[in-house]
């Protein structure tokens, strides 16, 4: 199937770098993200996901976590989160 689409000036230059980038044409970068978008892999979270948003629970504060994985690490070549 064919399908016309009018893509506006001020979006025809990033397309091309996006496409480009992706290492496709732009027609195949649309129909790639298309094919993201309609299969549901957009920025959208099915709703069990979101559910589970303030869920994890976790008395330490976030400098503790942090030190916590920091410690736990077995490489002394990794730098600390900062």
């Known amino acids: 199937m064919k399908i016309s689409v009018y893509i506006p000036k001020e979006l025809e230059e990033p ?21 993201k ?3 549901g892999r957009g920025r959208t979270f099915s709703a069990e996901f979101a559910a589970l948003a ?6 330490r504060s976030v400098a503790q976590i942090i030190r916590d994985i920091e410690e736990s690490r ?3 070549q990794r730098s600390g989160l900062r």
């Open 74 to 76: 077995t490489s002394a």
């Open 54 to 59: 303030g869920s994890w629970e976790d008395d």
């Open 15 to 35: 397309l091309r770098e996006q496409a480009a980038e992706a290492g496709e044409s732009p027609p195949l970068f649309l129909q790639s993200l298309l094919r």
């Open 37 to 39: 978008r309609l299969a």
